[in-house]
């Protein structure tokens, strides 16, 4: 398994620029969730989904939106790209084992705005 | 605001020692919590988690202590390597459903040889 995969890996761009950040998972998780870290921060919750059809807002959801179509992937679309969207964003995904709330995570995607 | 954190910023060590990181949590109601550690430029991995109806929990080298009285959680790293520096998160549900997690803002541990 591939695990989850985040594309892409960098990306540079201009003040109100789109851009759509792709995630998919291979693992047939149900839940699937994306976070921001800023630099020395911890991971804050941007959206998440427990199933294809279903998001839900996390913490931060303000300049981005998500949709979920299939169980494998959640992109992250960024609408009017602003300096404060400066931040490394990471995907994740856990399964329908309630015994442990483990995410897995994909490599991330440096995203800067200038 | 944050209802997860951790006490100290960084932590130095030297390699053999045993290592300790606190997090301390403001729900009391959280019933799941959970440590992930992070390598510079990858995304965090899973450690080890533990649920509150457990003081204690054990893996391979490392160890989960968990006062509900006081709400704090620690992560107990035994004979610290190098490969062990990192930043360590701790975490817990958002709900008992475990629909998500909230993160605290981390502890940098750097190990010396």
């Known amino acids: 398994n591939a695990g989850v995969t985040q594309t892409p890996k960098f990306r540079i761009l201009k003040i109100g620029q789109s851009m759509t950040l792709q995630c998919t998972q291979d693992m047939n998780h149900n839940y699937m969730y994306w976070y921001r870290q800023d630099p020395g921060m911890g991971l804050k919750l941007i959206y998440y989904s427990v199933g294809a059809g279903i998001t839900d807002k996390g913490e931060v959801p303000n300049g981005y939106n998500v949709s979920r179509s299939t169980t494998e992937d959640f992109p992250l679309r960024l609408e009017l790209a602003a300096p404060s969207q400066t931040s490394v964003y990471f995907c994740?995904?856990?399964?329908?084992?309630?015994?442990?709330?483990?995410?897995?995570f994909g490599p991330g995607t440096r995203l800067t705005v200038t | 605001g944050e209802s997860v954190g951790l006490h100290l910023p960084t932590l130095s060590v030297q390699e053999g020692d045993n290592s300790i990181i606190n997090c301390a949590y403001s729900?009391?109601?959280?019933?799941?919590f959970i440590w992930y550690k992070q390598e510079s430029g990858k995304g965090p991995q899973f450690i080890i988690d533990i649920r509150s109806n457990m003081d204690k929990r054990q893996g391979q080298r490392v160890t989960v202590l968990l006062n509900k009285t006081v709400k704090h959680l620690s992560l107990q790293i035994a004979a610290t390597q190098p490969g062990d520096s990192a930043v360590y998160f701790c975490?817990?549900?958002?709900?008992?459903?475990?629909?998500?997690?909230?993160f605290g803002k981390g502890t940098t541990l750097s190990v010396s040889s």
């Open positions: 729900n009391s109601a959280s019933d799941y």
């Open positions: 975490a817990e549900s958002l709900n008992q459903a475990g629909t998500a997690l909230i």
């Open positions: 994740a995904s856990r399964g329908r084992d309630f015994s442990s709330y483990e995410q897995y």
